[in-house]
Each structure stands twice: as structure tokens, then as C-alpha cells.
């Protein structure tokens, strides 16, 4: 690195595994990218509803102090000898979800070159500190339901940061959506990114409005949150239609007789983030960040991250 970096950063960081408390602002070596690392000068961090199971005892890469933060974007301080598609001074965002030299939730972050690409354009630097992990997973479960023209598909969490994420990049691929948000505010902002019918999954009748949009039965479901008052929304497929659902959603959907139901992993190569790009790169793009902290606050987004909101939460470091 250059004699000009700081050899120290400002994180935060857990030493212990427990509750939101345990996290807490510390000042730490910045991290060395080795030949094939990143290092990323970070601007905002998303803040993930994963990011409280990792707390709790489930980051294992590394050892204490940990630092969280699976998502996150900035500018490129340093590219290891090794590093190809990255230069210095890039706009970048990147996922770091276990990353053995720590997360985005630090002013400096070292990630491997093929979990990190440039924002594609029109997106914000901002907006896409909390996109990675978002988009890269909603893009395999939309391929694994074989999204095409015309396709009718329900998302269930269209609101929240998988979600609303797979909402758009299901309509660049020219599905009809029906998007089942949750509380008012979730309502309007699947309307505002232009879901092709809306349902409140905590007061409507989803089943009710899935017959409605598509009389024939659904082509396929995106399930980026569940509920059991759901399964018989869930009938509403037809026979050869498709479940998919990130692991880790809970309950994990059920679907009728005939219906194959998925759950998959989103994983950050080079070939997605390049389909990510033409995908956003198509027309305006948005990622909604509810409500921005400061670093110090990391532990009060942890908190808040489990409450009702749409989209992210993100760190502004």
C-alpha cells in the first residue's frame, strides 16, 4: 500500500458474540489486500437482516474483533498486484458476507477483486452501499423461475431489501409482477417502482388478489419473507410453476402438488455482477435506504433492523 494510507481505521466492531450492546466503535489496523484483494476507502454499508445472525454467533471467518457489514460501497484506495478489473480511484460496491478481513462497518474494507465491481451508471454511491447482497440475491432466484415475457409472478416481501430489488430487475426482464409489500409505506413504494398490481400481506387477501392476477395461476413465486397465513396464496401456481426462496427465509414456503419449490444461496462472481450491470445499466434504478446511521450508531440500526421498515438500513461511514 502507499506510505500515505493510515496504518489505523475507525470500525465497528464486536469481540463477543450477543446482542446489539456487544457492538461498539473501536480504532483497528486497516486491513492489507493481499494480490488478489481490493482495498475500498467505504462510503455507506448496508445494514442486512442477516447481519444480527452473524452477531449473535454465526460470523465464523476470522477472529475477534469482528467487523460486520456484508455490503457496502466507495471509492478504491488500493488494488492488489494481481487485480485486473479494478483500478484505483474507481466507484465501487462490493459483498463481503464472512469476509475473513472483516466488513463494510470500517472507514477501509479489503474484499477479493471478484466480489467487487464498479456501479453500474445512474446509481448512487449511496444507494448502492446497500445493493450487493440485495441484487445478487434476487437475480439467482428470478433465473432459477425462469423469468420470461409475460411471465406472472408473485414476489412475497416485494417491500423489503431483497425484495424491492427483485421487483425491478423482474420487470427489465418483462415479467407481470404482483408485488405483496407490507403496511403503507410498503405499498407505496412497490407502486412507485412500478409493480403491475400490490397487496398488503398483513391485512389483504392475498390469494384473493393472486386469482385476480392471473386467473390461470401464477408462472412462479419469489418468496423473500414468508408467513403462514400465506399458504394458500401459495396454491394460486399452476401445475409446473416454481418456488424459489433465499435460505434462511422462515417459514420455508410450501407449494401445491406439481409445483417444485428452491431454496438457493445469492454469491458474488464476476459473471453475475456483470448481468447486474445490464440489467440496471437498462433505465433508472433505485435502492431505498429507509434510514442512514453513523458508525457510532451501528449498534441502534441492529436494533432497528428487526422492526418494521422497507428497503435497507445503511452505516454512512
Same mark, same amino acid.
Given at each position: 500500500?502507499?506510505?500515505?494510507?493510515?496504518?489505523? +481505521?475507525?470500525?465497528?466492531?464486536?469481540?463477543?458474540?450477543?446482542?446489539?450492546?456487544?457492538?461498539?466503535?473501536?480504532?483497528?489496523?486497516?486491513? &492489507? *489486500?493481499?494480490?488478489?484483494?481490493?482495498?475500498?476507502?467505504?462510503?455507506? @454499508?448496508?445494514?442486512?437482516?442477516?447481519?444480527?445472525?452473524?452477531?449473535?454467533?454465526?460470523?465464523?471467518?476470522?477472529?475477534?474483533?469482528?467487523?460486520?457489514?456484508?455490503?457496502?460501497?466507495?471509492?478504491?484506495?488500493?488494488?492488489?498486484?494481481?487485480? &485486473?478489473?479494478? %483500478?484505483?480511484?474507481?466507484?465501487?460496491? /462490493?459483498?463481503?458476507?464472512?469476509?475473513?478481513?472483516?466488513?463494510?462497518?470500517?472507514?477501509?474494507? @479489503?474484499?477479493?477483486?471478484?466480489?467487487?465491481?464498479?456501479?453500474?451508471?445512474?446509481?448512487?454511491?449511496?444507494?448502492?452501499? =446497500?445493493?450487493?447482497?440485495?441484487a445478487l440475491t434476487a437475480l439467482p432466484g428470478l433465473d432459477k423461475l425462469g $423469468?420470461?415475457?409475460?411471465?406472472?409472478? +408473485?414476489?412475497?416481501?416485494?417491500?423489503?431489501?431483497?425484495?424491492?430489488?427483485?421487483?425491478?430487475?423482474?420487470?427489465?426482464?418483462?415479467?407481470?409482477?404482483?408485488?405483496?409489500?407490507? /403496511?403503507?409505506?410498503?405499498?407505496?413504494?412497490?407502486?412507485?417502482?412500478?409493480?403491475? #398490481?400490490?397487496?398488503?400481506?398483513?391485512?389483504?387477501?392475498?390469494? %384473493? =388478489?393472486?386469482?385476480?392476477?392471473? !386467473?390461470?395461476?401464477?408462472?412462479?413465486?419469489?418468496?423473500?419473507?414468508?408467513?403462514?397465513?400465506?399458504?394458500?396464496?401459495?396454491?394460486?401456481? &399452476?401445475?409446473?410453476?416454481?418456488?424459489?426462496? !433465499?435460505?434462511?427465509?422462515? !417459514?420455508?414456503?410450501?407449494? *401445491?402438488? /406439481?409445483? %417444485?419449490?428452491?431454496?438457493?444461496?445469492?454469491?458474488?462472481?464476476?459473471? #453475475?455482477?456483470?448481468?447486474?450491470?445490464?440489467?440496471?445499466?437498462?433505465?433508472?434504478?433505485?435502492?431505498?435506504?429507509?434510514?442512514?446511521?453513523?458508525?457510532?450508531?451501528?449498534?441502534?440500526?441492529?436494533?432497528? $433492523?428487526?422492526?418494521?421498515? $422497507?428497503?435497507?438500513?445503511?452505516?454512512?461511514?
Amino acid at each position: 500500500m502507499s506510505p500515505s494510507m493510515p496504518k489505523t +481505521m475507525k470500525a465497528a466492531v464486536i469481540d463477543k458474540f450477543g446482542g446489539p450492546e456487544v457492538l461498539h466503535a473501536a480504532v483497528i489496523p486497516v486491513p &492489507r *489486500p493481499n494480490a488478489n484483494e481490493i482495498l475500498i476507502r467505504v462510503d455507506t @454499508a448496508g445494514v442486512g437482516v442477516w447481519d444480527p445472525w452473524l452477531r449473535e454467533g454465526g460470523a465464523t471467518a476470522g477472529g475477534f474483533p469482528v467487523v460486520l457489514g456484508s455490503d457496502g460501497s466507495g471509492t478504491v484506495a488500493a488494488c492488489g498486484v494481481k487485480a &485486473r478489473r479494478i %483500478k484505483v480511484g474507481d466507484r465501487v460496491y /462490493g459483498f463481503a458476507y464472512e469476509n475473513p478481513k472483516g466488513g463494510f462497518y470500517a472507514e477501509y474494507a @479489503a474484499i477479493p477483486e471478484d466480489n467487487v465491481a464498479t456501479i453500474p451508471a445512474g446509481v448512487p454511491l449511496d444507494e448502492a452501499g =446497500a445493493l450487493a447482497v440485495s441484487a445478487l440475491t434476487a437475480l439467482p432466484g428470478l433465473d432459477k423461475l425462469g $423469468i420470461k415475457p409475460g411471465s406472472a409472478l +408473485m414476489i412475497v416481501g416485494a417491500s423489503g431489501g431483497v425484495g424491492h430489488v427483485a421487483l425491478q430487475l423482474a420487470k427489465r426482464m418483462g415479467a407481470r409482477v404482483l408485488a405483496v409489500a407490507a /403496511g403503507k409505506d410498503g405499498m407505496e413504494l412497490v407502486k412507485h417502482l412500478n409493480a403491475d #398490481a400490490v397487496v398488503d400481506g398483513q391485512k389483504d387477501d392475498v390469494a %384473493k =388478489a393472486a386469482g385476480e392476477f392471473a !386467473p390461470e395461476g401464477l408462472d412462479g413465486v419469489l418468496a423473500c419473507a414468508n408467513s403462514k397465513k400465506l399458504a394458500s396464496a401459495m396454491k394460486r401456481i &399452476r401445475k409446473g410453476g416454481l418456488i424459489a426462496y !433465499p435460505n434462511g427465509v422462515d !417459514p420455508e414456503p410450501e407449494g *401445491p402438488a /406439481g409445483v %417444485k419449490v428452491y431454496a438457493y444461496d445469492g454469491l458474488p462472481s464476476p459473471a #453475475a455482477f456483470d448481468r447486474l450491470e445490464g440489467l440496471i445499466s437498462r433505465g433508472p434504478f433505485h435502492v431505498e435506504i429507509s434510514r442512514t446511521y453513523k458508525l457510532e450508531e451501528a449498534a441502534q440500526a441492529h436494533r432497528d $433492523i428487526l422492526k418494521h421498515h $422497507i428497503g435497507k438500513l445503511a452505516l454512512k461511514i
